[in-house]
């Protein structure tokens, strides 16, 4: 049974769903991308997915971010956590459609934060699952927390916590557009990519990066940084690609030549 290190996928909403739109998924997209796994094949993938315009506008509804406040809540929750598992679902079907062996995990099932932070992750599964062979999928979820009752654990954080957990070869980041910038590329005509960024060079765009343009409870892009950090320490590089267009994610996969953000420690 394999031992390797794994390869861990984030493939964020804004990729998959429309979020200036509220449940708009972009079925071409996950069509695509499935396709794209498929013919890379990698070996010992985890894949984690957004909440897009899912999970978001409900979350920001029924404000679980920050925690249990009053009983109309709950069934917002439950409502929250349901979406996701639809989103999941039409991203699942694509991947084993094709033969892609992906099996859901779901992270309220799973995972416990304390203050928003992961505190409890229960591993045996997913380890189990990698090790037979399969495809973990995760989603950024609603979870409970032994501080707030409830909050909303993003994909970006599992991202991370999981690459640290199970030392991760690398780590690839999906989104919109084509890399890290000096500013958001969609409010600022003028915004420059960054090929490559060292561990400190990161920190320093720290003030530059800006949230999601769509709804997003979870700090959107400078929250997605802050988030790597960890992982950039630990030695563990991170390349965020453009995701919505053709091929991209496939060549990140393979290991390909293909425009984007390299992070690196050194
Ligand atoms: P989700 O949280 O639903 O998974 P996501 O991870 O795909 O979504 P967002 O959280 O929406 O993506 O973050 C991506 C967005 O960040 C881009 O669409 C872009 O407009 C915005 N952004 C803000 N600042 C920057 C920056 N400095 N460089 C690149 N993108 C930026
Ligand atoms: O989109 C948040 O996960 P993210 C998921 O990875 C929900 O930030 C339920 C809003």
């Known amino acids: 049974m394999s031992q390797a290190k794994p390869t861990i996928l984030k493939i964020g909403g804004s990729v998959i769903t429309d979020k200036s739109k509220e449940m708009e998924v972009r079925m071409d997209a996950i069509s695509r991308l499935a396709d794209e796994i498929f013919e890379a094949n990698p070996k010992n993938l985890i894949i ?3 909440g897009g315009s899912f999970g978001h506008p409900l979350a920001r509804k029924y404000a679980l971010k920050e925690g249990f406040k009053d009983a109309s809540q709950i069934v917002g929750f439950a409502e929250t956590h349901h979406v996701m598992t639809v989103l999941n679902g039409l991203f699942m079907d694509a991947l084993i459609w094709r ?4 099996v859901s995990i779901p992270p309220s099932s ?7 932070r992961i505190a409890c992750f229960e591993e045996t599964p997913l380890k189990r699952l990698l090790e037979m062979g399969f495809t973990p999928v995760l989603y950024g979820d609603t979870v409970l927390d032994t501080e707030l ?12 916590f999981l690459a640290l957990r199970f030392n991760a070869e690398r780590i690839l980041i999906g989104v919109d557009v084509d890399g890290l910038y000096d ?3 969609k409010t600022n005509v003028k915004a420059k990519m960054f090929e490559h960024l060292s561990l400190e060079e990161l920190k320093k765009t720290h003030g530059l990066l800006g949230g999601s ?5 979870t700090g959107g892009m400078a929250n997605k940084i ?12 991170v390349l965020i690609v453009n995701a919505s267009k053709p091929k991209y994610l496939y060549k990140a996969l393979k290991g390909e030549k293909v425009k984007g953000t390299l992070i690196e420690k050194e």
């Open 149 to 160: 009752g409830f909050t909303i654990l993003s994909g970006d954080q599992l991202t991370s």
């Open 99 to 102: 033969g892609i062996p992906a």
């Open 110 to 116: 799973c995972a416990l934060t304390k203050n928003g």
């Open 226 to 237: 802050a988030e790597l950090i960890p992982a950039v320490e630990r030695g563990i590089p």
């Open 183 to 185: 500013a958001d590329p």
């Open 213 to 217: 343009n769509g709804c997003d409870v």
């Open 48 to 50: 984690i997915h957004g």
